[in-house]
């Protein structure tokens, strides 16, 4: 490619709006064009990035044997209120009606259209498994647009979606993608950290995202330096935390247990408001084994969601005689000796939460163990608490130890660039996907969806490649591999015969390469490269090549280094 046929448009500033550093760069590397809030152009420079991208997606992609199709941009509203979503979705989703009055969605994601592709394809579990994928166009009418291609409203994402005849199938599915995703992020050449993600569902992890690192990121991640443990924010705040300290041991119950136990009650018991937000219970539970001998259970139960909360019920405990805070010794004992932390949530707990009545503003249940200094600050069910606000909930902080024990939690930021999730039959069900199983039942399909925000990385990437130069675009995702800046390309004959020559015999060798033929001085096409951030540079000079070298430069190299003219091609390869 010769820069004087392609599209080079830098500027000095970036535009006022550009917040973060990705944002300033692509604007001023010409990468983008904003046309309206959160909708951009891609300009080739910025489209030859997103096009590398899409490769290396789709090539892992198809590796891991999924099946490209595309589907609409606009879909009729009557597949998304087969769901619930057209409500659901709020005004996010953006809408349009055509010339008949009809309602149709523009795509923000494709659960729905791809439910109805297969519901009607997928007769037979002889079918499955299958996984298709699309790298399609989204549009999110996403409430603050912003930082160009990181939060646009129109953006490019890979979204795949997993089909599978039980619920095996779809963990295989799921793990297939999570780590085609291991090797997508790799060969991007970005760090990156997979972290559980929040689904809603207490125990069982069943959604990972993909973060590139970087300090701009939105999102907090918990990760432990020494094991395996790490979690978004969200995510790690669902998991059970107490505070340090014993909670005052009460008595809740004597026997006769009740089946199910009234907040009012508990309340009434310990004097107590309800209406206040708390997040888990450690309850010990002390009964008679079938020897009649004294025995004592710790449980802990973990509250979350929005939904609000009247009453915990108690599954049939044999011999139950009380029923009352733990102490922190029990804690300890229970879940180890990690202070501040108990470990994963007890699944096993035979404590149900039931929220089939309301009770005003009462969002979440009951931690005895919650004082001032502790994790949940200001967000204790007690007497004469003040009535407590999400933001004063410090959950996770930095040295706390990992629900794993194997060490203390390390926090940094991330972007989310990748999400996958295994979804059940939850739309199959809705939409009566079902197919027919090995005895000639019909069973709803298990599925699996799978996301990467395309245009999001360029972002990403920049916000953890760049210096005051300008982008530093990892090799594989770079605009152009190699800039060749011939000096005095319009006068020098001989400058301008090695230059093409090195433009010809590179090309050959299949490298990305350009040649700025554009006669700039080199301050200002020096600036424009490193602006843009083509990873490696090779200057093309009279002097050196009167003796026989050439000078290259790493992006971030401090100064260049000659190479002999006949050894280049190999030493770019
Ligand atoms: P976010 O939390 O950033 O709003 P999300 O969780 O809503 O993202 P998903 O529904 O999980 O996004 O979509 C899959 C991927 O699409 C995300 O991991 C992200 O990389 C990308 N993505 C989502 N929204 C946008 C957007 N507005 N602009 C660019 N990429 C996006
Ligand atoms: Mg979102
Ligand atoms: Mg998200
Ligand atoms: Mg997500």
Request: aromatic share 4%; glycine share 12%; hydrophobic share 30%.
């Given at each position: 490619m010769r820069a004087s046929r392609f599209f080079i448009s830098t500027l000095k500033e970036a535009p006022?709006?550009?917040?973060?550093v990705s944002h300033k760069l692509m604007m001023r590397a010409g990468m983008i064009k904003r046309l309206g809030s959160g909708i951009y152009t891609y300009m080739p420079m910025g489209l030859k990035v997103i096009r590398k991208v899409e490769a290396i997606v789709r090539e892992e992609m198809n590796k891991a044997g999924a099946i490209e199709l595309v589907m609409p941009f606009v879909q009729p509203a009557e597949l998304w209120q087969e769901t619930g979503?057209?409500?659901?979705?709020?005004?996010?989703m953006m809408r349009v009606k055509d010339r008949h009055g009809r309602d149709y969605a523009i795509q923000p994601t494709s659960e729905e259209v791809v439910t109805d592709v297969v519901r009607s394809e997928l007769k037979s579990y002889?079918?499955?498994?299958v996984n298709v994928y699309q790298i399609q166009t989204k549009f999110r009418d996403e409430r603050r647009p912003r930082f160009g291609l990181m939060r646009g409203r129109e953006f490019t994402m890979k979204d795949a979606y997993s089909f599978d005849k039980d619920i095996e199938g779809m963990q295989k599915s799921y793990t297939a993608m999570f780590d085609a995703y291991t090797k997508i992020f790799s060969r991007f050449g970005l760090k990156f950290r997979a972290v559980a993600a929040d689904?809603?569902?207490?125990?069982?992890?069943f959604s990972h995202e993909f973060h590139v690192i970087a300090?701009?990121?939105?999102d907090a991640l918990v990760y432990c330096p020494t094991s395996d443990y790490a979690a978004n924010m969200e995510a790690a705040e669902a998991m059970p935390l107490i505070a340090q300290r014993a909670a005052p041991?009460?008595?809740?119950?004597?026997?006769?247990?009740?089946d199910t136990v009234k907040c009012e009650q508990v309340a009434e018991l310990l004097g107590l408001k309800l209406s206040q937000t708390v997040k888990s219970i450690a309850l010990t539970v002390e009964k008679e084994d079938a020897n009649g001998r004294a025995v004592k259970e710790n449980w802990l139960l973990l509250i979350r969601g929005d939904h609000e909360l009247n009453e915990v019920k108690v599954n049939?405990?044999?011999?139950?005689a009380a029923f009352r805070f733990a102490t922190e010794a029990e804690i300890r004992e229970a879940y180890g000796t990690v202070p501040g932390y108990l470990g994963p949530?007890?699944?096993?707990?035979?404590v149900n939460v039931v929220a089939d009545r309301t009770v005003a503003n009462m969002s979440d249940f009951v931690c005895g163990a919650n004082e001032e200094g502790f994790h949940f600050t200001g967000a204790n069910w007690g007497r004469d608490c003040p009535e407590p606000q999400v933001a004063d909930l410090r959950n996770v902080i930095e040295g706390d130890a990992s629900p794993d024990g194997k060490g203390v939690l390390a926090i940094e930021r991330g972007i989310e660039v990748g999400h996958v999730f295994q979804l059940g039959t939850a739309y199959s069900e809705k939409m009566e996907a079902t197919f027919l199983d090995e005895s000639g039942k019909p069973a709803p399909l298990q599925m699996g969806c799978y996301g990467i925000g395309v245009t999001r990385i360029l972002g990403a990437a920049i916000e953890q490649n760049f210096d005051d130069k300008g982008i530093i675009w990892p090799?594989?995702?770079?605009?152009?591999?190699v800039v060749l800046a011939p000096m005095g390309y319009d006068r020098s004959e001989l400058v301008k015969a090695e230059a093409d020559r090195l433009l010809a015999e590179l090309e050959a060798a299949g490298v990305d390469v350009i040649l700025?033929?554009?006669?700039?001085?080199p301050g200002s096409m020096f600036a424009d490269w490193e602006l843009i951030g083509v990873p490696h540079r090779v200057v093309i000079g009279e002097r050196g090549l009167k003796d026989g070298n050439l000078e290259y430069q790493g992006r971030r190299d401090e100064a260049a280094t000659a190479v002999p003219v006949a050894d280049m091609v190999g030493f770019i390869k």
């Open positions: 006022s709006d550009a917040e973060i979503r057209w409500d659901k979705m709020g005004p996010e002889r079918q499955l498994p689904t809603g569902a207490i125990g069982g992890s300090q701009t990121g939105e041991t009460q008595e809740l119950f004597k026997a006769p247990t009740p049939k405990v044999p011999g139950l949530i007890a699944t096993k707990a035979k090799d594989a995702i770079a605009p152009f591999e700025d033929d554009r006669g700039l001085r």
